[in-house]
């Protein structure tokens, strides 16, 4: 009888023996992934037949093969590891690759270190991704011109990332930086008094000094720049604001780098694009145009908590930060749907038109208390929605519009009586929020009212008084700053600022109440110097930030600015009357006046010595138009002045502020065309060789400026002229700044082309209707 053989693989192993001849067993190791796969590839020869002559030979040792080659794998061959070629792979002359990169590397080991390689790669092409998608377009062009000509991934990420760096050391401003005049390169003579404090404030750069009185001028007390160079690297930090300008700064703050702003927008998820804007307009605007608590409306908004943020208030925000977002183009065209701060604008009105019209609750349902407070939390943040609102208004030229919104903020605020005195019960959160919103809203609108010559909306201040900044500032909330190579942050003073502003605001309130309450009606002499005094005192009660001395800041800067603007349309009037002040016998009312023009300009040239004009300022365009009118009248009146050439580098200065402010918000691009419409030729002419400017192209729109302007302008801001009394006639003639955009679209576009009263004049007529 035949035996049959076994198909079983032992059966294989042991085929032709009578004892059996098993594989070598391993321990077992579950840490010791080298041996698991060891244990498979070993060499395992058959024994060889007992044969009747003599005892079988001895098994030859098995070598461990940690990883084998592809061929091997495949043909299922016993491959001995040896790199770079196998011996198997040798004698059969076919090709030897190994997917494992050392021959102690087992092919798990290889696939999760190609796993994490195709991780990173992914992270690599989504950054090249967002490059491509974020960059400008000459520089997104470029790299994907590197693409094409077969550039690594990689490669081309290193370069981007080390380009930016390059790029962000070129851009750190030189300690000795300063902007340059156009023109004429030195301060004019006549700002150069002795009486004149701005000269002696820090800002002012020693090489620009006259020779004024130069042994009295060196007794200052302030260092001089010299001096702040060689100075220790702790003081030289605080030194900062007045060496960099402020644009190069940004703001510091924990909360910012967690906002998440898609969670409050339906327009963007670009959290990354929005962070930047709401950046942007903490640096630009928020220290200025103070609406809201910063750390209570931060921190709820990184948290999601809808108490003191709302989806109103965040897209509002992100509308000014888009005017405030330099590498936003297109940022001015208020008239374009697809401008992105146009569409957050959209959505806030519709937020608005919502949240003013939630109802009160109900007394007697049995969730009144709750409900009750969630609504007093939605009406303070629609009530800080509505400023910023009218603020955007203002920025596109139609004022008319935006006043509506804080006439309905103030009405809001009645209702949940934000004017008196917090309630006992309330948390102290809560009542810092309803105070310092209540006085925002106050500053605000007596600001209004006396631009636009109309009566005060509210007739006294709120009932609690604002705390002192130096004892409480933490009830303020202070702006952080830090400038490029310095890690030192620095405060802005954010509350001596807003403590400030509301004591100004304050009188300016009481004045307007006087002066536009009743049409016609002109205030006593008496009283105009009360209100002038009342001003200086203020002025002299600055704390040390905000003083002549000190002052660096652009919003410092303007503080001191609108005070001497008020002063010179305060005391127009009054020119010519005996009078002097009993604290300074030796001045006349005229010496006042006159005094109050060269600080004004003083002021503004400090401002762009430091900072430059591009950077956005919402405000910064009302001073600019009210000296360049000053400055376009002087040139007629002093035609053959010795100072003439000073004032017309003094007026091309200030149109090129104009001008780049254009850039940022519409409202300046037709002050501008105005504005050059009221130059002469000549000027006119000398204006393009310093700025890049097309006088054809100076109103806004893409294809039809005029009717564009009349499409958008819809401004009460009354026209540039010297004096309330003046300004009030031009506003009881109906002539306005939306009027005067109108009239200048129908009667001409040319600007400087000498068609005006045959001294190369373009306006015609500057003491009506001049803006």
């Not at 098994?59 to 061959?77: F, I």
């Not at 690594?152 to 981007?160: E, F, G, K, S, Y």
């Not at 990354?272 to 605007?285: C, E, K, S």
């Not at 609504?375 to 400023?387: C, D, G, M, V, Y």
């Amino acid at each position: 009888m035949s035996s049959s053989r076994s198909t079983s693989p032992f059966d294989k192993l042991n085929f032709g023996t009578s004892s059996s001849s098993l594989r070598r067993l391993l321990p077992a190791n579950n840490n010791d992934e080298a041996a698991s796969e060891a244990s498979v590839n070993l060499e395992t020869s058959p024994a060889p037949a007992s044969s009747a002559n003599g005892p079988a030979p001895p098994r030859r040792k098995r070598q461990a093969t940690t990883a084998a080659c592809r061929a091997c794998r495949k043909r299922k061959s016993k491959c001995d590891g040896a790199r770079p070629t196998c011996s198997v792979c040798r004698d059969r002359k076919t090709k030897c690759e190994f997917d494992t990169i050392a021959a102690s590397e087992t092919h798990t080991q290889a696939l999760k270190r190609k796993y994490v390689e195709l991780q990173q790669q992914k992270t690599t092409f989504e950054q090249i991704y967002e490059v491509l998608r974020s960059r400008p377009e000459k520089e997104a062009e470029e790299i994907f011109q590197r693409i094409r000509r077969g550039a690594d991934a990689t490669a081309i990420l290193r370069h981007v990332n080390y380009g930016d760096m390059l790029v962000q050391l070129a851009l750190v401003p030189e300690t000795r930086f300063r902007y340059e005049f156009p023109y004429l390169p030195d301060m004019p003579v006549y700002l150069q008094r002795q009486d004149n404090p701005y000269l002696d404030s820090e800002v002012f750069d020693c090489a620009l000094r006259g020779a004024v009185d130069p042994p009295q001028r060196q007794q200052r007390a302030l260092p001089s720049v010299n001096e702040i160079l060689e100075s220790a690297p702790e003081a030289f930090d605080q030194r900062d604001p007045y060496l960099k300008p402020y644009s190069s700064a940004i703001v510091v703050d924990p909360w910012l780098d967690s906002l998440t702003p898609s969670n409050w927008t339906l327009v963007s998820n670009d959290d990354n694009f929005m962070r930047q804007v709401i950046h942007d307009y903490f640096l630009y605007d928020y220290d200025w145009f103070t609406f809201f608590h910063k750390d209570f409306f931060l921190q709820d908004m990184a948290s999601d908590r809808p108490r003191y943020c709302s989806r109103l208030l965040v897209n509002a925000i992100l509308c000014v930060g888009c005017y405030c977002h330099q590498k936003l183009e297109g940022r001015s065209e208020s008239w374009n749907p697809r401008n992105i701060g146009n569409q957050f604008l959209a959505e806030a009105k519709r937020l608005f038109e919502i949240e003013a019209e939630v109802p009160k609750p109900f007394l007697h349902d049995p969730d009144w208390q709750q409900k009750q407070r969630d609504w007093e939390f939605r009406r303070l943040t629609t009530i800080q929605a509505a400023l910023v609102l009218n603020i955007v208004h203002n920025l596109n030229g139609s004022d008319r519009l935006g006043w509506r919104y804080t006439i309905r903020a103030v009405e809001m605020a009645n209702e949940i009586q934000l004017f008196q005195a917090s309630p006992a019960h309330l948390s102290g959160d809560l009542r810092c929020v309803r105070e310092f919103t209540a006085w925002c809203l106050f500053i605000w609108q007596s600001l209004g009212s006396y631009h636009y010559l109309k009566p005060p909306l509210l007739t006294r201040p709120p009932d609690t008084p604002l705390p002192d900044p130096s004892q409480h500032p933490q009830w303020w909330g202070e702006l952080w700053i830090r400038y490029p190579q310095t890690p030192t942050r620095l405060p802005t003073y954010h509350g001596y600022l807003t403590k400030a502003k509301a004591d100004y605001w304050s009188i300016m309130n009481d004045f307007s109440l006087l002066s536009f309450s009743q049409p016609n009606v002109k205030i006593p002499l008496d009283q105009v110097v009360g209100f002038y005094n009342r001003l200086r005192g203020w002025l002299l009660s600055l704390p040390e930030p905000l003083t002549p001395r000190k002052l660096v800041l652009p919003h410092h800067l303007k503080l001191h600015m609108h005070y001497n603007c008020v002063l010179i349309d305060l005391l127009k009037p009054l020119l010519g009357l005996n009078w002097t002040d009993s604290t300074q016998p030796n001045k006349t009312l005229d010496d006042a006046h006159y005094e109050a023009a060269i600080h004004l300009e003083t002021l503004l040239r400090l401002y762009y010595l430091r900072h430059g004009f591009e950077a956005f300022d919402g405000f910064l365009l009302h001073f600019l138009g009210s000296l360049n009118f000053i400055k376009i009248n002087t040139r007629e009146t002093q035609n053959n002045s010795l100072f003439l050439e000073s004032h017309r580098s003094t007026m091309l200065l200030l149109m090129k502020g104009i001008r780049d402010q254009s850039q940022c918000y519409t409202v300046a691009r037709v002050v501008l065309r105005l504005q050059a419409h009221l130059m002469r030729a000549d000027d006119v002419a000398l204006l393009k060789k310093f700025v890049d400017i097309e006088t054809e192209k100076l109103a806004c729109g893409p294809e039809s400026p005029g009717q564009v302007e009349e499409d958008v302008i819809l401004s009460d801001w009354p026209v540039y002229e010297i004096g309330l009394e003046e300004k009030a006639e031009q506003k009881r003639q109906g002539v306005d700044f939306a009027s005067m955009a109108s009239s200048l679209s129908l009667s001409s576009s040319g600007i400087g082309n000498g068609n005006g009263n045959g001294n190369g004049e373009c306006g015609g007529n500057r003491s009506s209707g001049s803006v």
